[in-house]
């Protein structure tokens, strides 16, 4: 049996660690945790991943499949969240042992009212990818903007999930075992995707013949 990766995106002031983390304690095995190389302080269990400017660009620590139901890798915020997106597949296809599980968006709700530059683009991009748009602290002040927001994907057709998450009774069942909800096709085989639905054509991963992409993702909570 693989164990199943899930992966994490989030905001600045998401916690989505500790949400996870209690989401889980009471799960028959404890799931892995792997943060970004910008992780601080470093976490407990000393699981961070590492970037590289040499093939393969991600590398990952060595965790024990055997009996590990399930592991949590958050996403930098530092680096390019395509590229990111693109080893990890890579790493998947060459590893049975693991299987892609959700990908997880963490959004800070206070964050709404205030957001940073570009950041209608990195959500865009982010939610691209998503299979469940999660938000987190909601109170009076910023309801209006994530009903805007759940508004927003809605009508696009967006798949994913939109959840305002509460201090309790959250459905982690359903967020975590349902079927793919993204509309990326980026960690499907490709052999059994119609022509339309491929990788090289998916707009956030399409590359002009310079190696850029043809539509970067803005790095709006880089840390300098």
Request: net charge negative; charged share 25%; glycine share 2%.
């Amino acid at each position: 049996m693989s164990t199943t990766i899930h992966l994490v995106i989030e905001t600045p002031g998401a916690t989505a660690f500790q949400i996870l983390k209690d989401a889980t304690e009471d799960d028959l095995t404890t799931p892995k945790f792997i943060f970004p190389p910008e992780s601080t302080p470093i976490p407990e269990n000393n699981l961070i991943w590492k970037w590289s400017t040499d093939d393969p660009k991600m590398i990952f620590p060595t965790i024990e499949s055997e009996n590990l139901n399930e592991c949590f890798l958050f996403i930098s915020n530092n680096l390019d969240l395509a590229d990111q997106l693109e080893e990890i597949s890579h790493a998947l296809e060459k590893n049975s042992d693991f299987s892609i599980g959700k990908v997880l968006f963490f959004i800070y709700s206070p964050i709404l009212l205030s957001p940073p530059t570009d950041f209608q683009e990195w959500i865009d991009a982010s939610a691209h990818f998503a299979d469940a748009m999660l938000f987190t602290e909601r109170n009076n002040e910023n309801a209006a903007m994530i009903k805007s927001y759940q508004d927003r994907y809605s009508t696009l057709r967006y798949p994913m999930e939109s959840i305002v998450l509460g201090k309790k009774n959250n459905p982690w069942a359903r967020i975590l075992e349902s079927f793919p909800r993204r509309i990326s096709h980026i960690f499907d085989p490709q052999d059994l995707l119609d022509t339309e639905d491929h990788v090289e054509i998916d707009r956030y991963l399409d590359r002009l013949p310079t190696g850029q992409r043809k539509q970067s993702i803005p790095l709006v909570f880089k840390k300098l």
